[in-house]
């Protein structure tokens, strides 16, 4: 079975900072995706990026990139020019790549806190 | 619009008082799945289904039913709750196919039992 890690409970950053939330998972797997998920106060689940394990360029959305490394099972989350509106608690997940199983494995989540 | 509804948002019941939850999504996808969320815990998959008629235990079903009677909806029933089935819930969907991998997310219904 997969896991999924996220080892800090809690982050904070001054806003226009950059901030890292790490993910850590465990899989025997060789195709899979990964996600961030963010969810803010208003509790809805938002898709920040994705990473196919395939695909050995780390995806980038605006100022959201990630540092996949797939040999030491880890996949952080960058934040450039943090802004109020990123607080919130982030999610790192875990899908296969294989017909039919489309579950997703979370982490605990990291709630991040902007400081004005 | 792409989207997945939930209803009710919250809601607050009785141990032991039948309840459902539904969801519905418009993007014709085959995949569907409950999840529930908890403090320290993540999220969870608690039952999810790959097309009509199918339906599979997720890790934490104890306690949960599922029907897939039509393709876009996915009710999740509790015929007994019980308080630590206290949690946020979320319905999920997705295409069900192989490099289609995003998965839309319903806006969550808050369950408290007392």
């Known amino acids: 079975a997969q896991t999924v890690t996220q080892s800090q409970p809690e982050m904070s950053v001054q806003e226009a900072e950059t901030v890292t939330l790490s993910c850590t998972y465990d899989?025997?797997?060789?195709?899979?995706?990964l996600f961030w998920y963010k969810q803010p106060p208003s509790r809805q689940m938002i898709l920040v990026i994705r990473?196919?394990?395939?695909?050995?360029q780390n995806a980038t959305e605006n100022r959201f990139s990630v540092n996949f490394q797939k040999a030491a099972k880890s996949f952080s989350l960058k934040i450039s020019d943090s802004q109020l509106g990123d607080a919130a608690m982030y999610f790192c997940?875990?899908?296969?790549?294989?017909?039919?199983?489309?579950?997703?494995?979370f982490g605990t989540g990291t709630r991040l806190t902007i400081i004005p | 619009e792409a989207q997945v509804t939930q209803n009710p948002r919250y809601l607050i019941t009785v141990t032991g008082k039948k309840l459902t939850v539904t969801c519905s999504q418009n993007?014709?996808?085959?995949?569907m799945s409950w999840y529930r969320q908890d403090p320290g815990l993540g999220l969870r998959q608690i039952y999810y289904?790959?097309?009509?008629?199918?339906?599979d235990k997720g890790d934490v079903p104890e306690g949960y039913k599922v029907s897939r009677k039509e393709k876009r909806n996915f009710p999740l029933i509790l015929e007994s709750p019980s308080p630590n089935q206290t949690s946020l819930y979320f319905c999920?969907?997705?295409?069900?196919?192989?490099?289609?991998?995003?998965?839309?997310f319903g806006q969550g219904t808050r369950l408290t039992v007392v």
């Open positions: 999920a969907s997705s295409l069900g196919q192989v490099g289609r991998a995003e998965a839309f």
């Open positions: 899989t025997s797997e060789s195709d899979y995706y």
């Open positions: 990473q196919e394990a395939y695909k050995q």
């Open positions: 997940a875990y899908r296969s790549a294989y017909f039919g199983n489309e579950k997703l494995t």
């Open positions: 993007m014709n996808h085959e995949y």
């Open positions: 289904s790959m097309n009509v008629e199918v339906t």
